[in-house]
């Protein structure tokens, strides 16, 4: 995990203006900062913005926090409640839930180790298991969710501003003010309408447990609060200043992802023909033959699928000369004689990047017929160009010994969705060198990008395109360059599923 | 693709690469069920098309692409066709047609003489125009080349030019090779394997028994 050298760009705090398409990172770069010693990439999950939510039970904490949700828009927000958080009972303590005798309102109620362990985890960005409470039971539930890959997280619960090692987290805190007589009231609607209590066990659970609790030890923790909100959702104005505030954040937050993605892969001692684990399909009369098809904005539809779909099946050849788990084996054939052979040992998932690497997936499937397919949707920003995850979906076992993870994009412009995914490899424990990404089109300075921070992961490129006009480079003879429209743009996707 | 040798003058090998070598080493497995086979010959039929047709020239184009730039590409010239020996070569037209769509395809069935033991046309079914075109060859094996031969000399009677005849095979042996360099040197083999030699019944050994047989019916 890279987010111990996370300061070089701690300082930067310039807006970059808002640009359409990825041509912001082909421009100068002289006002970032490269980070300083080993590079790294700082993917925006392990940074996530951090909002505390607490309040009374009955306040509104929940309508607050959906509202921020929905304001702010973010792909990946995570509302973490308190409420899946409580310590499991005995059966004891069980009965006396049952019977609305359980005092459920006390911090030490609470898994607090438990939540910060969770918030800490997330924090740094890894994959984390959230556990999942049943009022029914009374009991943590053996189901458990799975969140990785948050932007911003939202903790939410009567205490969320209780703990210091949680307050120390969080970006923001709110406490939310609610009259003690409108929580009561909410609490019985909620108890008796959806929790299958009746009024007196609700109404005496108030009275012994909730109130006492919230003065003595709710309340307080109003002092922990950056900002008070009466009246909860009702408050327009508070909240519609405070979410301007956690926008701004926000945006600065993916400036500065944005920077430093930018400044990665300065390096000018660059060779393209001293980096290791870089393969280029080579120059022949056919693949001159399919680029010229692929390229022409003449080719039809169906031509352009049938030569994409070639052009496919020799990066994949090509890709798996990076195998290594080779077994010498002896096989005997219909005749009885015997043929030293070799034995392929290493195991093969596809991870495709919706949706310009499932154009991979025909080829995919004609030479793995039964290869596992992992998906991750990221989306570049429309407003910056900053990447976001949105989605992810891996196959199980990624990290066997002989696993190989063949990482599908066909068009590297910025390098920057490359990184994040790669990343997200990463986080799910999956070695650099186990990681094979492949390509059609490459500009020179995302591959740089990418291996500036990923030495040991190994590329196929169909066509790399130069940073500057050279002539005589072995690997570019028609000198394409990164400004090339066919370069910058992305393309292939639309072309090969039809809706451009 | 990545370079392949020509080990001796119009005699091209696919490299040897360890994933190839492990292609091989299914097919030539007699335990590897039909299902398999017939997918890993496939995709090693398809490196075979792939790299016949890196042979052929092609003609500088000039691309109006998209953006609006001008590439100075390549464009295929297209005069080509298979012609697959009945009934082992018909195994290797989906790879062919994998490759290249709509190319035409050519039979000619080589029997052998009951009486004579050797081998005899039976049937030909060949484009009118295969004179102006490049010829694929398709038979996976090459081992006395006997019906080959003869299949040379049935497309040189129609008037293809020797040195547009490729001959494609997964497997080749010593002895093949030899024959068909004697006989027809300008003709260009492209082959997925060298092995050792042919025995007392004349098949390759090792080898990978009857290519037909196991594609077809096993």
């Known amino acids: 995990m890279p987010q111990e050298s996370s300061s070089p760009l701690k300082s930067k ?3 970059i203006a808002p640009d359409q ?3 912001s990172f082909f421009e100068s770069t002289d006002n970032v900062s490269a980070p300083a010693d ?3 990439y700082i993917p925006p999950w392990t940074e996530p913005y951090i909002i505390g939510v607490a309040g009374n039970s009955g306040s509104g904490k929940t309508s607050v926090s959906q509202k921020i949700i929905q304001e702010l828009n973010q792909p990946w927000t995570v509302l973490l409640s308190f409420d899946n958080f409580y310590n499991p009972l005995n059966a004891e303590e069980r009965q006396q839930a049952f019977d609305c005798k359980f005092d459920f309102d006390t911090p030490e109620s609470f898994d607090m180790n438990l939540m910060y362990e969770t918030v800490k985890s997330l924090k740094q960005g890894k994959k984390t298991e959230i556990p999942v409470y049943s009022f029914k039971l009374h009991n943590r ?4 969710t799975t969140i990785y890959g948050a932007n911003v997280i939202i903790i939410e619960g009567i205490y969320a501003l209780h703990d210091q090692r949680l307050l ?14 409108v929580c009561l009231a909410r609490r019985l609607t909620r108890d008796i309408l959806y929790r299958g209590r009746d009024l007196e066990g609700a109404v005496r659970q108030w009275e012994t447990f909730v109130k006492p609790n919230a003065v003595k030890f709710v309340l307080p923790t109003m002092n922990n609060a950056d900002l008070v909100l009466p009246k909860g959702l009702e408050n327009d104005t508070a909240i519609s200043l405070m979410i301007q505030h956690i926008q701004k954040q926000l945006s600065h937050k993916s400036s500065m992802h944005l920077n430093h993605l930018k400044a990665l892969g300065r390096d000018l001692s660059f060779d393209i023909k001293n980096v290791p684990n870089l393969k280029l399909l080579p120059l022949t009369n056919q693949t001159r033959g399919i680029h010229s098809i692929l390229f022409d904005q003449n080719t039809e539809r169906s031509d352009f699928i049938f030569y994409f779909d070639r052009m496919c099946g020799l990066i994949i050849e090509k890709a798996q000369e990076f195998l290594t788990h080779f077994d010498p084996v002896d096989v005997t054939t219909q005749a009885n004689y015997t043929y030293k052979g070799l034995k392929v040992n290493d195991e093969v998932i596809a991870v495709n990047i919706i949706r310009s690497g499932d154009c991979f997936m025909n080829s995919i499937k004609k030479t793995f017929p039964e290869i596992l397919i992992g998906k991750l949707l990221i989306q570049s920003d429309s407003m910056t160009g900053e ?5 992810d ?7 066997k010994y002989n696993k190989k993870i063949l990482l599908f994009d066909s068009q590297i412009i910025s390098g920057a969705a490359s990184i994040m995914a790669i990343q997200v490899l990463l986080d799910h424990r999956v070695k650099e060198e186990d990681i094979i990404l492949c390509t059609y089109l490459s500009t020179e300075v995302g591959l740089r990008r990418i291996k500036h921070v990923f030495p040991s992961v190994n590329v196929v490129i169909g066509k790399l395109s130069s940073m500057e006009d050279k002539a005589d480079l072995w690997y570019n003879e028609e000198r394409f360059k990164d400004s090339d429209w066919l370069f910058r743009n992305r393309f292939i996707d639309g072309l090969y599923f039809g809706t451009r | 693709m990545s370079s392949s040798q020509e080990v001796h003058k119009n005699v091209i090998l696919l490299p040897q690469t360890n994933q190839l070598i492990g292609l091989y080493s299914i097919i030539r497995d007699q335990e590897t069920k039909r299902g398999d086979f017939v997918f890993y010959s496939d995709r090693i039929i398809r490196l075979l098309v792939e790299e016949g047709l890196n042979q052929l020239p092609v003609e500088t184009a000039t691309i109006n692409c998209h953006g609006g730039q001008v590439y100075q590409g390549a464009k295929f010239l297209g005069k080509i066709c298979g012609v697959s020996i009945v009934r082992a070569g018909e195994s290797m037209e989906m790879g062919l047609r994998d490759c290249c769509r709509s190319v035409r395809i050519g039979k000619i069935l080589i029997q052998r003489d009951e009486e004579t033991a050797l081998p005899k046309l039976f049937y030909e079914k060949l484009p009118e125009d295969i004179s102006d075109r490049y010829v694929f060859l398709l038979d996976p094996m090459l081992a006395t080349g006997g019906s080959a031969m003869m299949a040379v000399e049935v497309l040189l009677s129609r008037g293809v030019q020797m040195n547009r005849i490729f ?3 997964l497997l080749a042996a010593p002895e093949g090779i030899k024959a068909f360099q004697e006989k027809y040197p300008e003709v260009k083999i492209i082959t997925g394997g060298i092995d050792e030699k042919l025995d007392e019944d004349k098949y390759i050994v090792p080898g990978l028994g009857d290519f037909g047989d196991r594609y077809y019916c096993i």
């Open chain 1, 141 to 144: 539930t053996s189901k458990k």
């Open chain 1, 38 to 40: 080993k590079p790294s």
């Open chain 1, 168 to 181: 120390d987290l969080m970006d923001i805190k709110l406490y939310v003010d609610t009259d003690l007589d």
């Open chain 1, 13 to 15: 705090s310039s807006r």
């Open chain 1, 21 to 23: 398409n990825d041509s």
């Open chain 1, 393 to 399: 979906s891996l196959p199980p076992n990624m990290t």
């Open chain 2, 167 to 169: 001959f494609l095979n």
């Open chain 1, 387 to 391: 990447p976001q995850l949105h989605y």
